[in-house]
């Protein structure tokens, strides 16, 4: 009996890692795409900046290769690169194949209310709006498109180091007020993917999957950011004006670039800390997924880890 394969784009990287290492568990052969070697599986080398993907033997491809954050100073055609061309040159390798495609939260244009996946696109970043162009594509071809929020856990580039360098004088100075929010354990995420691209079942094929179109990915319930924050870093939470915030990331976007020095605090990390984005998520509960693991969970592991 032949083990199904899923291909996983992106396997060295934070998410990738995670969901490569989470189908190798669940009894998959995993193909790992990207430029460098992923945590399990079969190495095959792709630069999603330029070629096609060898996708031979794969079942399902689970896409997560991506430009993420804020473009290097004079670097932003890279995003275009990547999330847009990118996916391109992914479909054409993908064929008839199922395909997950992982997008992002930052799509979406700003919601008072619980966002829905028939909220209006568009994004506020580099990021956010290549995402949604390359998700474009992916839905055009029958992709399931996963959407989440602020991904967050064990060996986390991007979101909690970046709040942890924040702290300054016993205290993490935040623009203000407080936000509820959505964040997503790549736990969660990982399961959301492998639910999506189908499990391996006793018989050695996958079993499931999910129709089409675009699903958000989040934990239960939404999270106060100031409570996250603070226990995050161990030190309490203390605002500044958001319009000053917005001059200091406007600023140091402009200085970046003349230096080609990463900003202190940039467009990308601003919309992740103010923008009160919290996912609805009934879409996909509703394709028997269930996200176990809380941003508490997280906390714990790290205080045994010591």
Not at 262 to 277: D, G, H, I, K, M
């Amino acid at each position: 009996m032949t083990a199904p394969r899923i291909a996983v784009t992106g396997a060295s990287g934070f998410c990738g890692s995670a969901v490569a290492l989470a189908a190798a568990a669940a009894g998959a052969d995993v193909i790992c795409l990207g430029r460098r070697p992923g945590p399990v599986g079969e190495h095959r080398f792709w630069d999603a900046t330029q070629g096609a993907p060898d996708l031979t033997g794969a079942d399902v491809v689970v896409h997560l290769a991506a430009a993420v954050g804020d473009p290097p100073p004079g670097r932003d055609g890279t995003f275009h690169a990547v999330n847009v061309d990118g996916t391109a040159r992914l479909l054409t390798a993908v064929g008839d194949r199922p395909l997950v495609w992982v997008s992002s939260a930052s799509v979406y244009t700003h919601s008072p209310a619980p966002i829905r996946e028939d909220q209006p696109l568009g994004g506020l970043t580099a990021y956010g709006k290549t995402k949604a162009a390359g998700e474009a594509l992916a839905l055009a071809a029958g992709a399931v498109v996963l959407r989440p929020r602020a991904v967050y856990g064990d060996g986390d580039p991007h979101l909690l180091p970046r709040l942890r360098r924040a702290v300054r004088g016993g205290r993490v100075l935040l623009p203000g007020p407080d936000i509820a929010l959505s964040l997503t354990a790549v736990e969660n995420l990982a399961d959301a993917c492998l639910s999506a691209a189908g499990r391996p079942s006793a018989a050695g094929r996958l079993t499931g999957g999910w129709p089409p179109g675009a699903y958000n990915i989040a934990d239960a319930v939404p999270y106060s950011r100031d409570a996250v924050v603070a226990a995050a870093c161990g030190v309490p939470v203390r605002h500044v004006a958001l319009l000053l915030a917005r001059a200091v990331a406007a600023v140091g976007t402009t200085v970046s670039r003349l230096t080609r020095r990463s900003p202190a605090l940039s467009r990308y990390a601003l919309e992740q800390l103010t923008a009160p984005v919290v996912l609805d998520i009934t879409r996909a509960l509703a394709q028997d997924w269930v996200p176990r693991r809380t941003f508490a969970d997280y906390l714990a592991d790290r205080s045994l880890a010591g």
